[in-house]
């Protein structure tokens, strides 16, 4: 896989953690008084989310710089 291409999947997995991520918080926020430890399961899921989220950052801003140095940006 070039690193383009390594660069569009991170993008497209980024995109769509961050939309999932959101509807996750919004759903929690939605919720109301209900069963607490269901919330507290769904905000930790989220935060977990957000690691993921960090760790994908992180690989794209390497494979940029990878683009940058093979001359492709």
């Given at each position: 896989?070039?690193?383009k291409?390594d660069?569009?999947q991170?993008?497209?997995?980024?995109?769509?953690?961050k939309?999932?991520?959101?509807?996750l918080r919004?759903q929690?926020?939605?919720?109301?008084?209900?069963d607490q430890?269901?919330?507290?399961?769904?905000?930790?899921?989220?935060d977990?989310?957000?690691?993921l989220?960090a760790?994908?950052?992180?690989?794209?801003?390497?494979?940029?710089?990878r683009?940058?140095?093979?001359g492709?940006?």
């Amino acid at each position: 896989m070039s690193t383009k291409d390594d660069l569009r999947q991170v993008e497209e997995d980024l995109a769509r953690l961050k939309a999932e991520n959101q509807d996750l918080r919004n759903q929690t926020r939605d919720m109301g008084a209900t069963d607490q430890v269901e919330i507290s399961a769904m905000i930790s899921q989220a935060d977990e989310q957000e690691e993921l989220i960090a760790q994908l950052e992180g690989r794209r801003d390497s494979l940029l710089k990878r683009l940058e140095s093979e001359g492709g940006a």
